[in-house]
């Protein structure tokens, strides 16, 4: 059919939500059969080229997840036969495939990885996440691989250039390969260890879209929406996780904040000042819920179930006024004993602060303050300015806001702590 550029856009939006879907399951089915991510990437995105071109004339097929990973395979028969060592995989891959066209809705047509898809999909979450891999590297290839975003979205949400994000990418598939990583559930006694890995990859995400770490904008809800979407993945492969059920809650009862945290005017507006009226209660009751879950398992809280005991605590409080600062200030005293962290005591001192008083609060910033582990951390810099202000002492606030602003290296930050600065001066 010929389709105007109106139907030719629906096409390709289709695509695109598609792929989304689809993508995460395609890559770790052909990176079973293949045995290597950076390959199986590269044919599931040759068969997303091929959709782009056909879809928007011959329309979607009935089963467009069949569809592409059929073209994929086909892609990838055609790669094997080029390589004589390959023989082996040519002939599970070429049983896999009829001489229909992709997309024939039959029961030959099914993806015979179907059987799989959990354990691949798994194998995909601890492949990307490897720790042989940099931080930067394992964020931006679990973006790619489950994520299902491209290049271009990934670099734009970390504010770098495309070339920059193509690069990263690029090397970590090399990584892969020149290390030898095999596509593989790791074995018992490293599971812990890596799924850690895996949950702070998808809170990285997570926070970048919470609280941009630079750049213009404050908040990214689209990262916030991503990693939320891959926490609940992880919860229907490891269910019986209670740390994976302790991060999705932490996220999804910080994330029903996100209508609060920017006013009208488009200006960060600050947990204590937030209209609690527009936070999101379904994601609170869902984080709630995920919460008990994690409490539930009988086994010890990590320290994502533990900070989200923390974040349930701002839930819970219909006003700011309200808010059990002593249950804050003791979940973050555990918090301390199991993930020891300056940050850790960083977020300590604004809860004593507001359960003891900001003198006490102070005590326990400026012991962070002198192992100089977050001289250049600005939010160390505003925690203790915010302390200093409620104690009175405004000349010494201003000048640790000043000092803030100048760290920060987020446009939405640095307006924040350059008007309380002034704000406390005019209090001096």
């Given amino acids: 059919m010929t389709g105007t550029g109106s139907d030719e856009g629906a096409a390709r939006r289709a695509v695109e939500a598609v ?25 599931a995105q040759e068969a997303l080229v091929v959709a782009l071109e056909q879809w928007p004339a011959s329309g979607i097929p009935p089963n467009p997840g069949g569809w592409l990973m059929t073209t994929a395979k086909r892609r990838a028969i055609d790669a094997h036969r080029r390589t004589a060592t390959f023989e082996r995989k040519v002939a599970v891959l070429a049983r896999d495939v009829t001489e229909d066209e992709p997309g024939v809705d039959s029961d030959r047509n099914v993806d015979a990885l179907d059987d799989h898809v959990g354990d691949d999909l798994l194998r995909l979450v601890f492949t990307a996440c490897h720790p042989v891999l940099s931080l930067e590297s394992r964020v931006a290839l679990t973006l790619r691989c489950l994520g299902g975003l491209s290049t271009d979205e990934i670099a734009r949400a970390f504010l770098v250039p495309e070339t920059t994000m193509a690069q990263r990418i690029v090397r970590a598939k090399k990584t892969l390969t020149d290390k030898g990583v095999r596509f593989e559930l790791p074995p018992p006694e490293q599971l812990s260890g890596r799924l850690a890995s895996v949950l702070e990859v998808v809170y990285l995400v997570f926070n970048e879209g919470y609280a941009a770490t630079s750049g213009a904008d404050w908040v990214r809800p689209a990262l916030c929406q991503e990693a939320m979407r891959l926490a609940r993945v992880l919860v229907g492969l490891v269910p019986d996780e209670p740390e994976v059920h302790g991060l999705l809650a932490l996220m999804e009862l910080q994330a029903s904040r996100l209508p609060a945290r920017v006013g009208a005017d488009g200006q960060p507006v600050l947990l204590p000042d937030q209209d609690r009226r527009r936070w999101d209660r379904l994601l609170v009751r869902r984080g709630l819920a995920s919460l008990a879950r994690a409490e539930v398992s009988g086994r010890p809280l990590g320290p994502y179930a533990v900070q989200a005991g923390i974040a349930a605590c701002h839930a819970r409080a219909l006003r700011a006024e309200d808010t059990d600062w002593a249950r804050i200030s003791d979940l973050y005293a555990v918090l301390a004993t199991i ?26 910033v400026e012991r962070v303050t002198a192992s100089g582990r977050l001289s250049d951390n600005p939010h160390l810099h505003a925690v203790r300015a915010d302390l200093l202000e409620r104690a009175g002492r405004h000349s010494e606030a201003a000048e640790s806001f000043e000092r803030a602003a100048a760290l920060t290296r987020s446009e939405a930050e640095r307006t924040i702590f350059t008007s309380r600065a002034a704000a406390a001066r005019d209090h001096a």
């Avoid at 890559?27 to 079973?32: E, P, V």
């Avoid at 300056?342 to 102070?362: H, I, K, Q, T």
Wanted: charged share 25%; hydrophobic share 45%.
């Fill in 19 to 43: 792929w989304r879907i689809e993508s995460g399951r395609l890559i770790a089915g052909l990176a079973r059969v293949t045995g290597d991510v950076g390959l199986a990437e590269d044919l």
């Fill in 339 to 364: 993930w020891p962290s300056p940050v850790v005591e960083m977020n300590r001192a604004v809860a004593v602060g507001f359960s003891r008083g900001p003198e006490a609060g102070l005590e326990v």
